[in-house]
T-cell receptor, first 112, second 117 residues
């Protein structure tokens, strides 16, 4: 059973606009969330994270929002750049152990 | 140095072979992980080592045997694999697993593409 879900397999955005990637989770014991970016033939690269005690974390062009009541988080990239084109995974960690659970990924294409 | 290296990049092995995947990091991280990723699927956690001790084994078949010889190295020994074990095997490391003192950010290697024939 997939505990972390990314319901949009793909997303296309014009360069300069905002990209919004969404992630939903089912386990209320998750207390730490991360976003990774993956290019073909490479391992995932860490982008940004957020603890469950916060509802927003910002790092440059990347902002992650967490809505605990809705069990939803989103990654905003603004402005989007062609180099942002990659697969984005959200991941979550349970406070009951050291397991990390990944979503299925969203393939972002930023059109020049 | 924020790099996690994995060797080999590609591996083709028969079902009766014994092989090993290797992972190395020199960031002083005390937690290391093995993930398996099939095409168009998310990475699935296999094993977690914390301070060179096995912390988590996510019900992985015994034909996969992890080993952490020291804090910088992580191996995955393979024996009698099945064709369905063909996948990308990713190694990752993080500072550690103690919430108050460690960051959970995982640094991933490029992976080993394994094909079992």
């Amino acid at each position: 059973d997939q505990q972390v879900k990314q319901n949009s397999p793909s997303l296309s955005v014009q360069e300069g606009r905002i990209s919004i990637l969404n992630c939903d989770y089912t386990n209320s014991m998750f207390d730490y969330f991360l976003w990774y970016k993956k290019y073909p033939a490479e391992g995932p690269t860490f982008l940004i994270s957020i603890s469950s005690i916060k509802d927003k974390n910002e790092d440059g062009r990347f902002t992650v929002f967490l809505n605990k009541s809705a069990k939803h988080l989103s990654l905003h990239i603004v402005p989007s750049q062609p180099g942002d084109s990659a697969v984005y995974f959200c991941a979550a960690k349970s406070n009951t152990g050291n397991q990390f659970y990944f979503g299925t990924g969203t393939s972002l294409t930023v059109i020049p | 140095d924020t790099e996690v290296t994995q060797t080999p990049k590609h591996l083709v092995m028969g079902m009766t072979n014994k092989k090993s995947l290797k992972c190395e990091q020199h960031m002083g991280h005390r937690a290391m992980y093995w993930y398996k990723q099939k095409a168009k699927k998310p990475p699935e956690l296999m094993f977690v080592y914390s301070y060179e001790k096995l912390s988590i084994n996510e019900s992985v078949p015994s034909r996969f045997s992890p080993e952490c010889p020291n804090s910088s190295l992580l191996n995955l020994h393979l024996h009698a694999l099945q064709p369905e074990d063909s996948a990308l095997y990713l190694c990752a490391s993080s500072q550690g697993l103690l919430r108050r003192t460690h960051s959970y950010e995982q640094y991933f290697g490029p992976g080993t593409r394994l094909t079992v024939t």
